[in-house]
């Protein structure tokens, strides 16, 4: 079942683009997967928890997952809701509803899992403390 507005405690808003439509006349389900990366990776590097060029832990993804429950096509704006379900020693749960402006309920949910690594030996490292209080911040009762 598609989820509501109110199980996420962050927002996003994302511009459709020409280019995200297929042949169906709708957005391709791969883009959805990019959605999700450029909303929590945007808000973290917001937080100052992220350096893409510099930092010394990155965040690989291991695992991703999407429902879909209506489509969402160009020049429709997407409003993405952030949430983390689970906040391991080196690795985090995201997950994000993917909503169109002004609809309450979900056109799309899923997940991915980040391991944090050091970006020179690709080692699993503990979170960083900065980090962790940040998502913290949006952590769910499960």
């Given at each position: 079942?598609?989820?509501t507005?109110?199980?996420?405690?962050?927002?996003?808003t994302i511009?459709t683009r020409w280019m995200?439509n297929?042949?169906y006349?709708?957005?391709n389900n791969?883009?959805?997967?990019s959605w999700?990366d450029t909303?929590?990776?945007?808000?973290l590097?917001?937080?100052?928890?992220?350096?893409?060029?510099?930092?010394?832990?990155?965040?690989?993804v291991?695992e991703?997952?999407c429902?879909?429950f209506?489509?969402?096509?160009?020049p429709?704006?997407?409003?993405?809701?952030?949430?983390?379900?689970?906040?391991?020693?080196s690795?985090?749960?995201y997950?994000?509803?993917?909503?169109?402006?002004?609809?309450?309920?979900?056109?799309a949910q899923g997940?991915?899992?980040?391991v944090?690594v050091?970006r020179q030996?690709?080692?699993p490292?503990?979170l960083p403390?900065?980090?962790r209080a940040?998502?913290?911040?949006l952590m769910?009762?499960?």
């Open positions: 079942m598609p989820e507005r109110s199980a996420y405690p962050v927002w996003r511009t995200d297929d042949v006349g709708h957005v791969v883009v959805y997967y999700f909303a929590v990776n945007a808000w590097i917001e937080q100052g928890v992220l350096d893409i060029h510099g930092g010394s832990t990155i965040g690989l291991i991703t997952q429902n879909y209506a489509s969402l096509a160009f429709q704006t997407v409003e993405a809701g952030i949430r983390v379900a689970r906040l391991g020693n690795s985090v749960r997950e994000v509803g993917l909503f169109a402006q002004d609809e309450e309920n979900a056109a997940h991915f899992v980040h944090y050091d030996t690709r080692r490292v503990p403390s900065a980090l940040a998502l913290e911040k769910v009762p499960v």
